[in-house]
């Protein structure tokens, strides 16, 4: 796992911009920290830095092979979990391999098979080929979008990079945020509408995308795309294939030369990875599984039951640790370390994020990175397979809205009078592009039609979100993640998955307990979700409202033009009358508060200049 960037361009000299280049490299350390690379031409430079997981000595980059008298190098990032099957493949058509890394798999694979390899693909991936002869650039982003990649188009050249820092760094485009880049960030924050980076020319590859620049011009394909297929599996027949699927995407995302371990909330994803990790590792005589927690200082005496928060993970992780025979580490995060750390998450997503569901995420991997440097985590289930209220709640199911972000008064309250009028408009465009673009089959009834119609809103908003958080928040201390519930195979049987099979018995991820009863103990099985943990502490929410006195006192400061100072205290004065979270489960006044705090420091310190017509 590592970052990349480069530049290609036909309007000057590029090896001529060493102090930019190292600059860019400088930017994604973080992601790469074991190693560093370059390839540079008059016309092309490709920027890797190396997070080591597999093949410390051969997988190093740029790579470059020549093949049909044409020389390929790539820059990439990611992990191939198909990678052994795909290096026998181009054995038997006659190439040869120095190395056992998947970086070089991929390499070779493209140039077997040029555009049509991403479709062999099973991995989390973004990635550029330069073509040095024909002056062809391939850039690709694996079909789920756990991997980032940016790019800036500029006359004569592109700039791409794995987090937008790079992009800033090049000095090919300036911090620039027009009224849609505030709409993003005041009525979508911390979601982001797919394909945009919020900055004016700032733009990234869809999950499934790729393009080709070529002659002064960008051409993007989509390879993958939700498509309504006939399910044709019986509820059994379902049930062995989600037990499979899930099985197997976990088992091949077990290969690593460097420490592995496990995230382990007690709930039913991260139990579901852990004990079929603890049962492989069993069978093939490994060393036990070790896994970790993350909890903050006094929650158990602050905890409140919610709809969405039922009850503490604490006593399930016991139970879990038991059940798979792992080595436990618990990290307890205080209040006061999570709220400074709201400020290096700014730097890890290069904007106002996850407030403090991102800042916790950021210090527990750092805790992690010092005896690991792969981890495995449950993301994605609950919008591939129902596990949110959202889509339980008919009061809330067929509302015409993003369910995560039902109303725009809390929003609207915190922007200054008379700036951003069409926020709920572009909120409602957005909406409508997205479910108007849902692939259904004319045989769906009109539930079954409608639960598409979620799962690409959560599949395009809510995970990318929650993906974007997690790739961010462990690069940062250059820990790599793996998410086996992204496996695009199961992703694709369960956007077919009929929903009374889907809600077996009722239950949110009905068949996804099914199929693992036996596995786990029941009360894992039969446990309500519960979200990743927040703080609960009034000494977080003392700490938010402290900072965001002080900065509304400071009439110098940028975020003052943007904001409603009246609408502000009110959360202040009266953080319990939120009726409505900001955005999806947890974001409630403590985390509002929050949110214009990373506000604050982004406008600080990325000084973006406001364009609002």
């Excluded at 309007?11 to 920290?33: A, C, H």
């Excluded at 039951?305 to 080595?327: C, H, V």
């Excluded at 210090?363 to 209220?389: H, M, N, Q, W």
């Excluded at 009360?523 to 009034?538: A, G, V």
Aim: hydrophobic share 35%.
């Amino acid at each position: 796992m590592c970052s990349i960037a480069g530049i290609i361009t036909t309007g000057f000299d590029v090896s001529q911009m060493r102090t930019q280049i190292n600059q860019m490299s400088e930017s994604l350390k973080r992601r790469g920290p074991d190693a560093k690379g370059e390839y540079i031409k008059k016309d092309a430079a490709l920027i890797h830095r190396r997070l080591c997981v597999i093949d410390p000595e051969g997988g190093a980059q740029p790579m470059s092979t020549l093949y049909n008298g044409e020389k390929f190098t790539l820059v990439y990032n990611g992990e191939l979990y198909n990678a052994d099957e795909l290096r026998e493949e181009l054995k038997a058509k006659g190439y040869h391999f120095s190395t056992h890394s998947d970086t070089e798999v991929v390499l070779k694979c493209y140039c077997e098979y040029k555009e049509k390899s991403v479709d062999k693909f099973n991995g989390i991936f973004a990635f550029a080929v330069w073509e040095e002869f024909a002056k062809r650039l391939f850039l690709c982003r694996d079909r789920i979008g756990v991997k980032p990649l940016f790019y800036h188009l500029f006359k004569d050249g592109i700039v791409f990079g794995s987090e937008i820092k790079a992009l800033l760094k090049s000095g090919l485009l300036s911090p620039v945020v027009d009224e849609e880049g505030l709409y993003e960030i005041f009525f979508l924050g911390p979601a982001r509408t797919p394909g945009t980076g919020v900055f004016k020319g700032v733009k990234e590859l869809l999950p499934g995308e790729y393009a080709v620049y070529e002659k002064g011009k960008l051409h993007k394909t989509k390879y993958y795309e939700l498509r309504a297929k006939e399910f044709e599996d019986s509820e059994e027949e379902t049930v062995e294939k989600v037990r499979y699927l899930l099985t197997d995407a976990i088992e091949r995302q077990l290969v690593s030369d460097v420490p592995l371990c496990f995230f382990l909330s007690g709930g039913l994803d991260s139990s579901i990875i852990c004990q079929t990790a603890s049962n492989f590792y069993k069978r093939n005589k490994k060393d036990p599984i070790t896994t970790y927690s993350v909890e903050y200082e006094d929650n158990e005496r602050y905890f409140q039951k919610s709809l969405f928060q039922p009850n503490a993970d604490r006593d399930y992780i016991r139970l879990m640790t038991e059940s798979a025979g792992s080595s436990h580490r618990e990290v307890i995060l205080s209040n006061e370390d999570v709220f400074r750390a709201l400020i290096p998450s700014v730097s890890a997503r290069d904007l106002p994020g996850y407030v403090d569901i991102d800042s916790s995420l950021l210090l527990f991997c750092r805790e992690i990175k010092k005896d690991f440097t792969v981890a495995l985590s449950g993301e994605c289930a609950d919008e591939l397979f129902g596990g949110y209220p959202w889509y339980h709640n008919e009061n809330i199911l067929y509302e015409e809205c993003f369910p995560w972000s039902r109303e725009q008064d809390i929003r609207r309250q915190v922007v200054k009078n008379g700036i951003l009028r069409r926020g709920e408009e572009y909120v409602r465009e957005k909406y409508l592009d997205t479910v108007n673009a849902t692939d259904k089959l004319k045989t769906d009834t009109k539930r079954d039609g409608r639960m598409r119609e979620m799962f690409r809103l959560n599949f395009y908003w809510f995970m990318q979100c929650l993906l974007e958080r997690k790739d961010r928040c462990s690069m940062y201390s250059g820990l790599e993640v793996r998410v086996p519930f992204c496996d695009y195979r199961l992703v694709d049987y369960a956007y077919n998955m009929p929903w009374h099979i889907k809600a077996l018995g009722g239950r949110e991820k009905g068949v996804v307990r099914k199929a693992f009863e036996g596995i786990l103990p029941d009360e894992i099985i039969y446990r309500k979700k519960s979200p990743y943990p927040k703080t609960h502490n009034p000494v977080y929410l003392k700490l938010c409202e402290d900072r965001i006195k002080k900065i509304l006192s400071d009439k110098s400061r940028k975020i003052t033009t943007l904001i409603n100072e009246a609408g502000i205290r009110d959360i202040i004065a009266y953080p319990d009358t939120i009726s409505s979270p900001w955005y999806g489960q947890l974001m409630r006044a403590p985390q509002i508060l929050a949110y214009l705090i990373q506000l604050d420091f982004w406008l600080e310190t990325y000084c973006p200049v406001i364009e609002i017509s």
